[in-house]
Every structure is written in structure tokens, then in C-alpha cells.
């Protein structure tokens, strides 16, 4: 099977810079296409001997060949059944980032020369094959191109001066400088700052790595259909109105775009829903971390009388009267029993197949040096170094997993949350909430453990070093008095920087996943006399 790159001229005057490459018959994520090998195109590399390669051209040439079929082999290895979707995924990226890499390469590689006597030897080629005049069959038509793939708190701390704006040629030249840079292996880049107490817990940011699922509850194919099902599904709760989709819409990169979300009987609850994107990579769940695995997660919500109101004899009486359930559970699990505890992992597993999709940051790193703009290099290197992020938001996922006082507690206020201290009882962590993940951090609007702040708003917050919470005169002596983290400094970044930052920020942005809602088991129907 040969689905190799084809080099479409789009201009066939002298400027014949301008190629673009599509895959003849291209891979598409869930399975790859097929064409008979006589069918298959000529390759750029297939010329080689007629358009006078250098020995330097060719060696260059099959670097580029190797790493383009070398990610086409991994998608096909990865389309066979119960593989885990982040695998594929995985895969899937990987191709697309060489698809568009090979396609610059083989721009920069060829001469004006050679792309004319490219263009001939095509046109000469296509006028003898009996293919190129044939009509399309359905399988050529269900096929997808790997381009294609797809789609007011207390007042702050001293502030620093912002720092002096450069212009706009000195910020063009930094970011060719910054690009070159980080265009080299992690390993090689520009130390982070990083505080010493930090650095114990500290890892490079990154591609993530796959999913690792526990023994105990180990990944297949019906067990994810079976979790999508329970996570869609309102009869799981006490209402049969709430189901795990209400707080992490799909539409909604899987949060809710509210500042806290509402549980049973629409009560406000006082935390903001958190996007389930890449929870499979978590140590611990919840902004206060009281959950050590996704299935007590899922299991803890179901319970929780203010967000579910259900329990496991709801679930096993509720769900475990419908036989579509019923039939499901047994091929999964073995027999045909209800419990909230397969509930839970089958859940669990659902929840594990949300993985990163394609971002510009992802695509940077695979060796894609245009995938960030100017803006997103220069705030790539202010978030490792003065932007001071990397203290928390570290490693592939963007965050250290770790609790932090970021000033937010509002200590004997209204709005009072007490965070990991309601988990530990120690007093140390007052108002400790765990980091939360960056990736996707543009779709998953409003920010913090309360949900108050935009994008924007976070940033200047940042910058001023969060607010520093003072006692006043009866607090003095309190064991509880919250105390913010000196991780938080005030930076003094200008207005340039925030916007950089921000662009680096949004170059996390996944491209859209749409999760159509599953076709749920249907209600046991009661005759009637």
C-alpha cells in the first residue's frame, strides 16, 4: 500500500515555490484508507534519479521520507480494534504536524529547477495512467486527508514598575531569536526560573505522554461506550435531571462556562466546574484534591447530596431495572449487576479517552517552528522565566498537581473557602487549591476555584503578585489566618508582555471536539390493563 506524499503544483509559472501536498488517499483517525498498489501515485522521492538531486538534497529527501511514513505506519498500527483512543490520537497528530512539515521541506529542498522538471515528469505520468481518469470510487470519497483531520479581592501586594516597552523591530528580532531557540530539544532550551521550593517537584512543560490505565480497571472499547452512556445520562442521579455532562459539556471543552456550576434542585454551588480534558494525567480530583482516582470521582459526585443527590442502592434499583443496562454491564464486567462502583469505572474510563487534541504549542514541540506566532514565542519564554509560571503550571499537563494560596480565600468573608484545609484540617493549607491545568485554557472561561475572573483579569492579577490578604487586629493570633504563597511575586511585566503571555496561553487552544450525546437505554415500559 503506497499513500505517499503527491507535490500538487498550484502556480506552473517560474514561481513554482508555491506547492501544496495532499495525501493521495489519506489516513483518516479511526481507520486507514486502502488503494491497490497499482493505483498509487509517484512519489517526490520517486523522482529522485531524474531531477538531479545533490547527494546533500537526497540525503535531506529521505530524512523527510522516513519521518512522513514512519507517522503513516504508526496511524495505521494504531487504527486496529481496542486500541485507546488517545493512542490514536496521539498517532493521528504526529502525521498531521509531518504532513505539513514535509510539505515546507520539500519546498525549501527542491530548486526552481527542479520543481519545473517535477511539474513535467508529473504531467508526463498522469497522462499515462489510467487511474487519473477513472471515476472516484466510494472509498475514495470516505477518505480524510491528514491535513484535513481534526477541527474584588483584598489589595494586592507592592506592585513592580512595569518594564520598559521595546519597539516593534526589537520585538520582531526577539522573536526570531526566542523562535531559533526553542526550536532546539527541551533539553537545550533556556534554564526556567524557579524558585527552590519548587524545584523538587518541577518538570519541563511538553507533549503528554499516553494514558496509563490502573490495573484495576483496565481499558476496552465497550467499558468506554458503557462510561459515555452513564456520563450522558441524567436517571444516574437522584433528580433525573443532573448527569456528569451538565457540569462538563462537551460543547463547552467538557466545563460549564459558569462561574460555579448548580447542583440538585438548582442549588449554587461554590466552586467552578473544572474541565475533565486530561484528567486521566491527575493524582488527585477536585479543587481540594479529596479524590485519590477518577472512579471515587465520579463515585464521591453520584453521592454528594448538593450535586447528584443518589447513592448506590439508587443506582443499582434505577439503573439496574433497564436491560439494555443490565446487558451492557455483563459484557463488561461479567455479570449483570448495577453497582455505583462499575458505574464509577466505566466513567472512569470514559473520562481517560479526553486527551489533548492538535494545539500550536503541541505542534511547536513536534517541529513545527511556524505553528507559534511572534507574540506566542516571546510568551513562551516569559511563562518559563519573568512570568514566573512554571513555579505551578509544569510538566505535559501544565500544572504541578500541587495546592497553592493564591490570596483567594476570603477569610471571614461571605464568600469563604477554606479549600485543602477541609480535606487535611491542617492549618497550613488554608486556602490551598490545587493548580489546574493550562491546556485548553482559552474555551474553559471563567477562571479560579470561584470562577470570577477572565482571562485577562487573571493575568493583571498575576502580575500585581495576587492579592495579599492582611490581618486585622482580632486576626492576629488566628492558627487559620490564610498565608499566600511566595511562589506569587509581583512581576512587573508590560503591557507587551501580558499580551504575549496571553498569546503563548491561547496557542494551547485544542482544536473542537464534538462529541455527539449517545443513544441512551430506554425506559422499562409498564402495560397497562
Known amino acids: 500500500m503506497n499513500t505517499g506524499l503527491i507535490i500538487r503544483v498550484m502556480n506552473q509559472r517560474v514561481a513554482l515555490g508555491f506547492l501544496a501536498l495532499v495525501m493521495s488517499c489519506g489516513v483518516a483517525f479511526a481507520q486507514a484508507a486502502t488503494v491497490s498498489s497499482n493505483a498509487a501515485p509517484m512519489q517526490v522521492w520517486d523522482y529522485a534519479d531524474q531531477l538531479d538531486l545533490t547527494s546533500e538534497q537526497r540525503t535531506k529527501l529521505h530524512e523527510i521520507r522516513g519521518r512522513y511514513e514512519a507517522a503513516r505506519t504508526a496511524v495505521r498500527s494504531a487504527s486496529v480494534s481496542n486500541i485507546p483512543p488517545d493512542v490514536r490520537l496521539a498517532a493521528q497528530l504526529n502525521l498531521n504536524d509531518q504532513f505539513r512539515l514535509a510539505n515546507r521541506h520539500l519546498g525549501e529542498l527542491l530548486t526552481d529547477e527542479q520543481k519545473n522538471k517535477l511539474v513535467e515528469l508529473r504531467t508526463s505520468a498522469r497522462a499515462t495512467r489510467t487511474i487519473a481518469s ?21 489589595l494586592a501586594s507592592t506592585r513592580n514598575p512595569p518594564r520598559k516597552l521595546m519597539s516593534d523591530e526589537e520585538y520582531r528580532t526577539r522573536a526570531a531569536e526566542l523562535r531559533a531557540t526553542y526550536a532546539k530539544p ?23 505522554p499516553l494514558v496509563v490505565y490502573p490495573p484495576n480497571n483496565p481499558y476496552s472499547e465497550p ?20 448527569s456528569c455532562a451538565s457540569c462538563h459539556d462537551a460543547d463547552l471543552a467538557f466545563a460549564d462556562g459558569r462561574t460555579v456550576s448548580f447542583g440538585h434542585s438548582r442549588k449554587e454551588l461554590k466552586r467552578n466546574a473544572p474541565s475533565i480534558l486530561n484528567t486521566a494525567f491527575n493524582q488527585t480530583l477536585f479543587w481540594d484534591g479529596r479524590a485519590a482516582s477518577l472512579e471515587q470521582q465520579a463515585a464521591d459526585v453520584v ?27 455483563a459484557a463488561v464486567f461479567g455479570s449483570p449487576e448495577v453497582t455505583l462502583v462499575r458505574a464509577a469505572q466505566a466513567i472512569a474510563t470514559f473520562e481517560r479517552t479526553i ?37 505551578c503550571h509544569n510538566g505535559p499537563n501544565f500544572t504541578d498537581g500541587r495546592f497553592h494560596n493564591e490570596g483567594l480565600t476570603y477569610y471571614g468573608r461571605k464568600l469563604q473557602d477554606l479549600g485543602r484545609y477541609e480535606v487535611t484540617k491542617k492549618p497550613d493549607d488554608v486556602g490551598k487549591f490545587k493548580t489546574p491545568s493550562l491546556r485548553n485554557i482559552a474555551r474553559t472561561a471563567p477562571y479560579m476555584h470561584n470562577g470570577l475572573f477572565d482571562l485577562d483579569g487573571v493575568l493583571n492579577m498575576y502580575n500585581a503578585g495576587m492579592p495579599t490578604v492582611r490581618p486585622r487586629e482580632a486576626q492576629r493570633n488566628d492558627p487559620l489566618f490564610p498565608k499566600k504563597s511566595p511562589l506569587l511575586q509581583s512581576l512587573g511585566l508590560n503591557k507587551q508582555d501580558l499580551a504575549d ?28 390493563p
Open 186 to 208: 527541551p533539553t537545550n532550551w533556556p534554564s526556567p526560573y524557579i524558585d527552590d521550593e519548587a524545584k523538587p517537584h518541577f518538570q519541563e512543560i511538553g507533549l503528554l
Open 355 to 391: 486527551t489533548s487534541r492538535g494545539n500550536g504549542f503541541d505542534s511547536f514541540l513536534r517541529g513545527d517552528t511556524n505553528a507559534l506566532s511572534d507574540a506566542a514565542v516571546r510568551g513562551l519564554h516569559l511563562f518559563r522565566t519573568d512570568a514566573r509560571c512554571v513555579n
Open 501 to 528: 503571555l496571553k498569546a503563548f496561553l491561547e496557542s494551547l487552544t485544542e482544536t473542537r471536539l464534538r462529541v455527539r450525546p449517545p443513544e441512551l437505554p430506554a425506559d422499562v415500559k409498564i402495560s397497562t
Open 303 to 329: 453521592s454528594n447530596a448538593d450535586e447528584m443527590h443518589a447513592s448506590a442502592e439508587f443506582v443499582r434499583e434505577n439503573l439496574g431495572k433497564l436491560p439494555d443496562y443490565t446487558n451492557e454491564f
Open 134 to 154: 477513472s471515476p472516484r470510487t466510494p472509498s475514495d470519497t470516505n477518505t480524510v486527508s491528514a491535513a484535513e483531520d481534526g477541527e474584588t479581592p483584598p
Open 223 to 242: 467499558k468506554a461506550e458503557l462510561g459515555k452512556k452513564l456520563f450522558f445520562d441524567p436517571r444516574l442521579s437522584g433528580s433525573g435531571q443532573i
